[in-house]
């Protein structure tokens, strides 16, 4: 009988051309805005990693619990061993230290009088020649002046907070903050480049400087306020890192002692768990609303071959048929029919999405305008993710078509049939 | 010897609604059909021949009285025992011949068979028995569009006798087509109604059909006035 079928949609261009081109297309574009949505979300959390959050980032109980303040005097101290068993523990996991601070970065004139002040974000990395920070950072691609730190007391600074307080390459500044513990802190510092991310939160007042300068500068030399860990695949699995930090939060933190070690993975920084699940939510409604709008155009269109096919439906419940049995036969036509849609309209996704991943799209303009962190060129990720939502629309649209067009059938009269197919 | 009743009506009536009351369409219907009877409904539009032909198809039910179709009780039987008595044992001819217009003459003969489940090779056999009943083996790849009216109604006859029903209903098969046709498929159904027994009843006003039948049922106005066997044929 499915071969019957199947001789019976080929053989009828009506039955199959507009169907199949209607499920291709959808699924096309489902496939591809699902991987445009991946390469956004994925962007995103590259970002973040890299610059905020890691892939999972191990701080205090009390540190994480005001996390976006980044209260460094709220560091773990003291843990030297601890972090070396870490390291051990989860060779999986590349282990760098951070500190972000806050401070007033203060150029003074020629004789040394205070000429301007600005707030600055900063954010203290290991930036000794062999460091894969740098490389994580960007910061070969992001220096827009000079060159990075080689030695101690050597200092990037945010091109346009350069650009804003007038500092030249080669000027010295003195960065006032306070140590962990309250006290006034301050350090000279020689501006040796400038960078820009093209993230306006780094870029509106960040400095960079070597860990170990800021690590004196703020009496942090036994704390460590904040430790990135990164998957050595540099691939973000959200699975795998849940199981790790689990399993460390288990060992290692303690709920009653707020200066324990805790381990949060990205997803439970700040909003950024929230955020991923907005893109997750995103693809599952434009899924829904693809299988409606596309059910709706088959359903139209399945009205539409029921009156063509009205006699043909009318001889087969004459001859013998149940309804149920006309019923299926349509809803098995149209899982052929979505079947075929899908895989080409996969095939399509695919190739729209490799044609876009030529070139990519800028966002560096986007970026600039918002806060948000994803990279400048943003790709389409093709994940088995992006084909299953693609093909699942596919054939619900293609199902939900022919399942409302079909019950048609059950409004027929039998009786009738006779006058009806003698006219 | 008593021959076997292939279907049973007793004091039958269907009744339909209208705005001003229920209308008749037939009344007190007594009548026997026995195995290998060819014979016909006549009588003028709105005599209620197909309204009878539709009960004794399992299409509708009676509205009072029996109807028994090869053991069955008609009006007891909901939809899905009526389609499978007729996938099983019933056959149908109509006067548009309405051919399912994407497959051949082969798969729409086949069609009924596919409904039963049968096997492969024996529904083949019996596919290519019916077309040579009809006389198409040179239009076995055709399809219903490269066909004359006769031809597309000899496809009919083919599948609504491929499954060896005990029963073919019959309806104004000839209405559409010329003479010289029409007496070859009335030829054709006479023989198959001979040579393997099936019973036939039909419903018609063409001469030429009356003119082959063996028994000849006049209706007026839904009801039976006269019931006659014929001589010869």
Redesign the interface.
């Known amino acids: 009988?499915l071969k019957?079928l199947i001789?019976?949609i080929f053989?009828?261009r009506h039955r199959w051309f507009f169907p199949i081109l209607i499920v291709m297309f959808s699924v096309a574009i489902m496939v591809f805005f699902s991987a445009f949505i991946s390469g956004f979300q994925l962007s995103y959390i590259r970002q973040s990693a890299r610059f905020s959050n890691g892939h999972t980032k191990v701080v205090s109980r009390a540190y994480a619990e005001v996390l976006e303040m980044k209260h460094y005097d709220l560091a773990l101290m003291d843990i030297d061993d601890e972090f070396e068993e870490w390291k051990a523990e989860y060779p999986q996991l590349e282990w760098f230290e951070r500190i972000n601070f806050g401070a007033l970065l203060d150029v003074p004139d020629e004789f040394g009088e205070t000429e301007t002040q600005v707030d600055v974000a900063g954010m203290a990395v290991d930036l000794t020649g062999s460091s894969k920070e740098i490389e994580r950072l960007q910061l070969k691609q992001a220096l827009r002046k000079g060159r990075l730190p080689r030695e101690s007391g050597e200092i990037l600074l945010s091109d346009l907070v350069a650009d804003k307080i007038e500092i030249s390459l080669g000027d010295s500044i003195t960065l006032m903050g306070s140590t962990m513990f309250g006290v006034m802190s301050l350090r000279n510092f020689e501006v040796v480049g400038t960078v820009e991310f093209g993230i306006p939160a780094l870029d509106r007042g960040a400095v960079l400087a070597d860990l170990e300068d800021i690590r004196e500068m703020l009496d942090m030399q036994d704390a460590k306020s904040e430790i990135f860990c990164y998957l050595k695949d540099e691939e973000y699995n959200l699975k795998t890192l849940t199981q790790i930090a689990n399993d460390f939060n288990r060992r290692y933190s303690d709920e009653d002692d707020e200066f324990s070690p805790l381990m949060l993975r990205l997803h439970d920084q700040g909003s950024l768990g929230s955020i991923l699940s907005l893109y997750d939510h995103s693809q599952f409604w434009m899924s829904i609303g693809f299988i409606v709008i596309i059910g709706i155009v088959l359903w139209n269109m399945g009205l539409l071959n029921g009156i063509r096919r009205y006699?043909?439906n009318?001889?087969?419940?004459?001859?013998?048929?149940?309804?149920?049995?006309v019923y299926a036969s349509l809803l098995m036509e149209a899982l052929i029919i979505g079947i075929i849609g899908c895989i080409l309209g996969v095939a399509l996704g695919i190739l729209f999405c490799h044609l876009f991943n030529k070139v990519g799209m800028d966002l560096s303009l986007y970026n600039k305008s918002t806060n948000m962190m994803s990279e400048n060129i943003l790709y389409t990720v093709l994940n088995a993710r992006a084909i299953i939502t693609g093909t699942l629309t596919g054939l619900f649209a293609s199902l939900l078509g022919s399942a409302l067009a079909g019950t048609a059938i059950y409004k027929r009269e039998?009786?009738q049939?006779?006058?009806e197919?003698?006219? | 010897m008593m021959k076997e009743k292939v279907a049973i009506v007793k004091n039958m009536g269907k009744a339909f609604p209208t705005g001003e009351g229920d209308f008749w369409a037939l009344k007190h219907i007594n009548l026997q059909f026995e195995r290998g009877e060819f014979c016909g409904l006549v009588g003028p539009s709105g005599s209620g021949k197909t309204t009878l032909l539709n009960i004794l198809g399992s299409l509708d039910k009676p509205s009072e009285g029996e109807v028994e179709v090869l053991g069955k009780q008609v009006h007891r039987l909901n939809h899905k025992q009526a389609s499978k008595l007729r996938a099983a044992k019933l056959g149908f001819i109509f006067q548009t011949y309405n051919l399912l217009p994407v497959y051949n003459v082969y798969e729409n003969i086949e069609f009924p068979l596919l409904l039963l489940k049968m096997d492969g090779a024996k529904r083949d056999r019996m596919v290519r028995d019916a077309i040579e009943w009809v006389g198409l083996e040179d239009k076995i790849k055709s399809r219903p569009n490269q066909l004359s009216g006769g031809q597309c109604q000899r496809v009919a006859i083919a599948r609504a006798m491929v499954k060896r029903p005990e029963l073919v209903l019959a309806d104004e098969p000839t209405a559409n087509l010329d003479s010289e046709n029409s007496y070859m498929i009335l030829d054709t159904m006479q023989n198959l109604n001979k040579e393997l027994g099936t019973t036939f009843i039909f419903s018609t006003h063409d001469q030429k059909v009356i003119s082959y039948l063996r028994r000849i049922i006049t209706l007026t106005d839904g009801e039976v006035s006269s019931d006659d066997i014929q001589i010869s044929s």
Request: charged share 35%; proline share 0%.
């Open positions: 009988m019957f001789k019976g053989r009828d006699s043909e009318g001889i087969r419940l004459a001859i013998g048929e149940s309804k149920d049995q039998i009786s049939l006779f006058k197919l003698e006219t």
